[in-house]
């Protein structure tokens, strides 16, 4: 990162996270009109897919986490909540295996850990400018124009009844490789989010309790630190 804090070297799980919110702040974001030639299979599920998303304005489910690192075969697991509100709110709480949050208000970023008793502060114009993932909060994201859709292998695909999709970034993408997803056949919401990064580790975020447009306490996207937290970039 060119400014601010560097959160990867200190926590290095972080990244990943912030690498999982790509898929879904892209679909929370408007699309542009269909194009006019006629779109394949995989285009009218990944089209469907976006438009689910895009008639709702908020988003809450309970999510588990995966990870999986080449070297050594270490995995780390994770459970939580995640919360969308259009166009900028986001709370993306863990509760396994320690207390961990990243909030956003639409003007500052805050991402605390309780296990070093730390809380990092960014401003959102500096974190858009160095972790393209956040930059989909701007509503500038469109599946189909970002990513080339692809099938899933069939050797790697997992047992499943939903729609499977293999998104590529058409642009080199410094912590996404390709995304595999899982969307309900019915509803078109997202079931598992699977990310696989340039370096071979994979991320795979499992979603239950899928609300669209919930009731959500007015002040979600808030978080005061417990006293005695150190905060790093006032």
Known sequence: ???????????????????????LLLLLAPAPAPAAD?????????RQLQE???????????FRQLT????????????GTVIFRKPHQMRWEYDFPDHQVLVSDGRQVRLYFAASRQLMLRDVADYLESDVTYAFFSGTGDLLRDFS??????????????????L?????????????????????????????DHF???TTLTFSRIELDPELPPDFYRF???DGTEILGQ
Request: charged share 25%; glycine share 10%; net charge neutral.
């Open 1 to 23: 990162m060119s400014k601010g804090i560097n959160f990867y070297p200190r926590h290095p799980g972080l990244g990943s996270r912030l690498a999982l919110l790509l898929a």
């Open 38 to 46: 006629a779109p394949t299979e995989l285009e009218r599920v990944a």
């Open 52 to 62: 689910t998303y895009n008639q709702t304005g908020s988003f809450r489910a309970q």
């Open 68 to 79: 999986t690192m080449p070297m050594g075969g270490r995995q780390r697991e994770g459970a």
């Open 149 to 166: 859709v692809e099938e899933v292998p069939a050797a790697e695909a997992r047992p499943g009844r939903g729609h499977l999709l293999r």
């Open 168 to 196: 590529v970034p058409r642009e080199l993408h410094p912590q996404v490789e390709y995304l595999d997803l899982e969307a309900d056949r019915d509803s078109f919401l997202i079931r598992r989010l699977e990310i696989v």
């Open 200 to 202: 071979g580790s994979v």
């Open 224 to 226: 005061t630190p417990p």
